[in-house]
């Protein structure tokens, strides 16, 4: 990428970008060692992030100068029982490899912090796994604070 990012724009995702959005997640799964997403994504999310005048889920893209959609960051209102309080939860963050290192991943974390105060939310909170040690060394930069924590999943029986 040779784009300056002064020149890539971040918005939120528009239904026209569904496709591209769904290859992205299928490159991140992928990045993270994980299996592909189920048919259909595009669906579901179009659901989540379209379907309501209040989405569940919120993406934001970055968008280059030509277009392409180069990355995006998922999120979502979420719940500490600890604090009592709302936080915006981060679900994701990517970056198409040659997109990494162009200023991109501030331009998008600025626009998640921006999505979190127009919810009136006080922090956002997300993971990484830990062997991705330049994802670690961008949230470190950013001046992210980390917690020990072991990620679970239980399927149920609906």
């Not at 009136?120 to 961008?138: D, H, K, V, Y």
Request: include cysteine.
């Amino acid at each position: 990428m040779s784009e300056h990012p002064a020149q890539a724009l971040v918005r939120h995702a528009r239904p026209e970008d569904l496709p591209r959005v769904v290859e992205l997640i299928a490159e991140h799964a992928a990045y993270e060692k994980a299996a592909p997403p189920a048919p259909g994504l595009a669906d579901r999310l179009t659901g989540l992030l379209f379907g309501t005048e209040a989405p569940r889920l919120r993406c934001l893209v970055a968008a280059l100068p030509d277009g392409t959609l180069a990355g995006y960051a998922s999120c979502a209102p979420e719940l500490s029982t600890w604090d009592g309080t709302e936080y915006l939860h981060m679900d994701c963050l990517y970056l198409t490899e040659t997109s990494r290192g162009h200023g991109l991943g501030p331009l998008l974390m600025a626009a998640v912090r921006a999505e979190a105060s127009r919810l009136g939310l006080a922090e956002i909170q997300w993971q990484t796994p830990a062997w991705n040690e330049s994802a670690i060394r961008f949230y470190d930069r950013l001046g992210a604070t980390s917690k020990e924590k072991q990620r679970y999943s239980l399927r149920t029986e609906a």
